[in-house]
């Protein structure tokens, strides 16, 4: 949650609009991480304190992984364009060095637009491995790719802020043309 790269993202969304919310939860034990998850989602969505239109659901490794798993499991009846989209960040397709145990069952029930932004050089998201996942998903999404970023996102030769600038920019930009085919 306090991660420089999501305190750099929330801000950025901030300066344009976009209310973040950031939460973390202890360990990584990914089922209490979907239950806190739908959680919050409940929350926002029933809560009188907040007026959302709609909200994008996203993360960064786990977390996305997590916000996948909420994202395919809304039922149809909750299907009021609450969820617009989600935001994965670091998708953790596989173990490193563990590429043929893909995680990507939940990727393939998602049917709102998704956004990755992965390293090239991740470790846990190979590159053609993901490219083909997205090809075989029934939901629009898109992928950018950040040259030759690990995992963690850091890229040799390349400061941090300018690796959080370049996705921040895509992650505003992705959003942005997603609200504005719901006004349309």
């Not at 919050?40 to 960064?60: I, M, P, Q």
């Not at 617009?84 to 397709?93: A, D, E, F, T, V």
Request: net charge positive; charged share 25%.
């Amino acid at each position: 949650m306090n991660l420089p790269h999501l305190m750099s993202l929330a801000s950025h969304l901030a300066s344009h609009g976009f209310f973040s919310l950031r939460f973390t939860c202890k360990g990584l034990n990914i089922v209490h991480r979907i239950k806190a998850y739908k959680s919050v989602l409940n929350y926002l969505k029933t809560s009188g304190e907040y007026k959302l239109a709609g909200v994008f659901l996203g993360g960064r490794s786990m977390g996305s992984r997590a916000a996948a798993s909420v994202m395919c499991h809304i039922e149809p009846d909750d299907a009021d364009d609450f969820v617009r989209g989600l935001i994965c960040i670091s998708y953790p397709l596989h173990h490193p060095k563990q590429q043929h145990k893909l995680r990507d069952e939940d990727l393939f029930r998602i049917k709102d637009p998704v956004l990755f932004v992965s390293g090239s050089a991740d470790e846990m998201c190979e590159k053609n491995l993901l490219e083909k996942v997205a090809q075989k998903m029934q939901a629009p999404n898109k992928i950018h790719w950040i040259e030759k970023a690990s995992h963690s996102m850091a890229v040799k030769g390349r400061s941090t802020n300018d690796v959080f600038k370049e996705i921040n920019t895509q992650i505003l930009f992705w959003i942005q043309e997603i609200t504005e085919m719901d006004k349309k």
